[in-house]
């Protein structure tokens, strides 16, 4: 990889403050960005790491919301978000293998956005508030597409805010070589409906299965799904499936998870 | 070039790095250190495993200096005071738990913080814990009773091959 200037800051306004510099890049557990700058597919003048920032760390509960730290690895969540929202604790411990889910974050996956990614599907199907240096976003409004977020450039994630809700799974179709989601749903009951996202699958990236929550916000059951799956077209289509097949492993993903969901 | 300082194995040990120089670089150039493998150096095979700070990562997928002022154990921090094997590298030895011996000390890396985590795994909790740690040689059968053994549980409950 090219060589860069790297900084390490002790608080956020610090490393905003190091980001202004338009070469500058942020850098959180680097389980990504680390390989790509290897392939020269980036190349940034300095990285700023996020991994001494204290106040970017932690599983906190506040009534009905679990608060995570954009800088909490995937790890702690597995372990510290058991007893709130068991489904996202299952999900971080899904993620990639040991190693790097010790030192891979929430806030570094969704600020990449990768269209097979874990935490995205979360998030989204949780309705979750994505909290930054300097606003909040909606999970709604915050995924734009396979790798773009609204995050503005300089722009960090500090935490993310999930309503826990009464039930909740996560079923992933592991590609077995990287461990990403061939497609993966994450499906969430809240007292005013029910919540479908879908990752790996489409080329637009995550996105809600809105039939899907129509039937199961009727009737939570896998069998109100009888028959469903999502719309070829635009899906991802690659050697390990095709738009058809994950376009089928939509529906049977989405079943898996609401039967499973507790 | 920046210096960074790191307590590798229990000594501290000093060396000077560059922004992209990646932790598993400076542990086997800078230190000489050269149990530590880089194997894929995409971070997929786990050759790289140490531990930092308790924890097993992937150290070509970390850069020294982000690991300043940290806690490394590597494979040469593993063996008992006296040099003999300690107990999980004795059982890959005993049970032939390496042919080319490439991606072990990885292995036994994460096979430590596994027992660290879970003292007496399933076979199906091994197999699942050594996932990103990839045996070209494809000898993970005795790889998973070396670690059960290890753990002082009887390896042969495992089928022969």
């Known amino acids: ?39 020269r597919l980036n190349a940034p003048g300095t990285l700023v790491s996020l991994t001494g920032i204290a106040e970017l760390k932690g599983v906190k509960r506040e009534g009905d919301t679990l608060v995570i730290g954009a800088a909490t690895l995937h790890a702690t969540v597995a372990k510290e978000a058991a007893a709130h929202y068991p489904a996202l604790a299952e999900l971080a411990g899904q ?24 935490y995205p599907a979360a998030v989204l199907a949780s309705g979750a508030t994505i909290v930054t240096s300097n606003r909040e976003i909606a999970a709604d409004d915050y995924f734009q597409g396979m790798f773009t977020t609204a995050l503005e450039p300089g722009e960090i994630i500090t935490a ?26 994450f499906v969430a009951q809240y007292a005013d409906g029910v919540r479908v996202a879908i990752t790996g699958a489409s080329e637009g990236g995550v996105f809600r299965w809105s039939e899907g ?50 | 070039m920046t210096k960074v300082t790191l307590t590798v ?49 992937k150290s070509c997928t970390l850069l020294a200096m982000d690991a300043d ?10 063996a008992n005071a006296d040099g003999s094997l300690n107990t999980i590298q004795q059982a890959f030895q005993d049970h032939h738990g390496l042919q080319c011996g490439f991606c072990t000390p990885g292995m036994v890396m994460s096979a430590s913080a596994l027992l660290a985590e879970n003292p007496k795994p399933t ?6 814990y050594l996932e990103g740690n990839i045996c070209r040689c494809t000898g993970y059968h005795n790889i998973v009773k070396a670690v059960l053994a290890a753990s002082g549980q009887d390896a042969n409950v495992m089928a022969a091959e």
């Open chain 1, 95 to 118: 993620i990639g293998d040991p190693a790097v889910r010790n030192r891979g974050t929430i806030g570094g996956s969704l600020a990449n956005n990768d269209p097979s990614a874990c």
């Open chain 2, 69 to 78: 002022g940290g806690n490394v154990t590597t494979i040469e921090g593993m």
């Open chain 1, 160 to 185: 993310v805010r999930f309503p826990i809700p009464q039930k909740a799974a996560y079923a992933k179709f592991v590609q077995p070589a990287s461990r990403f989601a061939l497609t993966g749903a």
């Open chain 1, 213 to 262: 929550e129509a039937a199961l916000s009727s009737n939570f059951s896998a069998d109100a799904l009888k028959g469903m799956s999502g719309e070829a077209e635009g899906m991802i289509g690659d050697l390990h499936g095709t738009p058809a097949y994950r376009a089928h492993l939509v529906g049977v993903m989405t079943r898996r998870a609401v039967s499973a969901a507790h």
């Open chain 2, 123 to 128: 076979e199906s909790e091994i197999r699942h």
């Open chain 2, 9 to 57: 194995n229990g000594k501290s040990m000093s060396g000077e790095a560059e922004g992209r120089t990646l932790l598993a670089s400076f542990l086997r150039d800078t230190l000489g250190l050269t149990g530590t493998h880089i194997g894929c150096d995409t971070s997929q095979c786990g050759a790289c495993v140490v531990h930092l700070d308790g924890k097993a990562v």
């Open chain 1, 1 to 39: 990889m090219y060589n860069f200037d790297f900084v390490k800051p002790s608080s956020v306004a610090e490393a905003v403050k190091a980001l202004s510099d338009d070469e500058a890049q942020p850098l959180s557990g680097g389980q990504t960005l680390l390989p790509s700058m290897k392939q």
